[in-house]
């Protein structure tokens, strides 16, 4: 049960180059979310899906595109990327956002990016 | 909107003395309230949480924290700081009247337990 998994780990690119970063969940969750972390400004949200075949922005998506084709997985894109762009980024998930267990998000370990 | 403020960037506590992490909110409506944990080069770890009921709440590693409803504050406390405790600790909230599916986070607070 390896919860959620964020690959790459690290990842270095040019300005101007694209990628991808994967999370993928095996707890089937519907909830899914990219958050950014940056120091002196927490945590911010890039994107969230609240379920398979959806997507939304959150409070920083300029930049950024986001795709949830299937449940597991939500993929997080940078179609050009720019030096404001270096960051660790975190992949987060829950269940339910009613009840006991409303937004307990379980966090993948991160992915740290740095454009150069 | 929502927003979370922790006023103080890092905390320093000896060794079993009693630690505070101080966190205020600003939401329409009730809040859900939430703590978490980040140990270095880890994702962030739910710590304890606030929906409604009594204003104290307990959560893992003896950590507690406090609603005030008042002074819309909710601080994390501990009776006996650790070492192991040393980390950075993020607020978090979330509005029951729309937005719900989201949380804002603070900005984090350092906390550094010394011997």
């Known amino acids: 049960n390896a919860g959620v998994t964020q690959t790459p780990k690290f990842r270095v690119l040019k300005t101007g180059q694209s990628m991808t970063l994967l999370c993928a969940q095996d707890?089937?969750?519907?909830?899914m979310y990219w958050y950014r972390q940056d120091p002196g400004m927490g945590l911010r949200l890039i994107h969230y899906?609240?379920?398979?075949?959806?997507?939304a922005k959150g409070e920083v998506p300029d930049g950024y595109n986001v795709s949830r084709l299937k449940k597991q997985n939500f993929l997080l894109g940078l179609e050009s990327a720019a030096p404001s762009q270096t960051s660790v980024y975190f992949c987060?998930?829950?269940?339910?956002?009613?009840?006991?267990?409303?937004?307990?998000?379980?966090f993948g370990a991160g992915s740290r990016l740095t454009v150069l | 909107a929502q927003s979370v403020a922790q006023p103080e960037d890092q905390v320093n506590v000896a060794e079993g003395n009693p630690l505070t992490v101080k966190c205020t909110y600003s939401v329409s409506g009730n809040p859900y309230l939430f703590w978490y944990v980040q140990y270095p080069n880890r994702g962030l770890q739910f710590l304890l949480k606030?929906?409604?009921?009594?204003?104290l709440v307990k959560g893992s590693y003896g950590f507690e924290a406090e609603f005030n409803k008042s002074q819309t504050s909710f601080h994390l406390k501990k009776p006996s700081a650790l070492v192991s405790d040393s980390a950075l600790y993020f607020c978090a909230v979330r509005s029951l009247t729309g937005g719900g599916n989201k949380l804002t986070f603070g900005t984090g607070t350092q906390l550094k337990v010394e011997l």
């Open positions: 707890m089937n969750h519907e909830y």
């Open positions: 899906s609240v379920g398979e075949g959806t997507t």
């Open positions: 987060a998930t829950t269940s339910e956002i009613a009840g006991p267990g409303a937004n307990v998000l379980t």
């Open positions: 606030y929906i409604t009921g009594d204003n």
